[in-house]
């Protein structure tokens, strides 16, 4: 009976833990801290933004089988997400196009 109880913490364990691609640290305008592969083109980006308005927080990206998503913490500014989104390289792309009725 034990061993239900320790598997069944085993997978909770798996199924809940937080597993971002990449994390971005940022504290008064400066990168302090950085995990993952992240695009050389994407974190210039994020420093000069960062540089610009400063602000403190954590940006992370989480990736599924069909997108990438970035979560912001909530001391990041709003302005300040849409500029990172938009020097987020796997942005887009996936959209169905076709033929408009």
């Not at 913490?9 to 992240?38: A, C, H, Q, W, Y």
């Not at 599924?64 to 989104?85: W, Y």
């Amino acid at each position: 009976m034990e061993y239900l109880i320790v598997l069944a913490i085993i997978v909770f364990f798996l199924v809940f833990k937080d597993r971002p691609i990449m994390v971005l640290t940022f504290e008064e305008g400066k990168l302090t801290n950085s995990k993952g592969d992240i695009p050389n083109g994407f974190l210039m980006g994020c420093k000069d933004i960062a540089h610009k308005q400063p602000f403190s927080g954590k940006i992370k990206v989480y990736k599924n089988r069909f997108a990438t998503k970035l979560v912001f913490s909530k001391s990041v500014p709003g302005k300040v997400k849409q500029r990172i989104h938009n020097v987020f390289p796997h942005a887009g792309g996936a959209k169905k196009r076709g033929k408009r009725a």
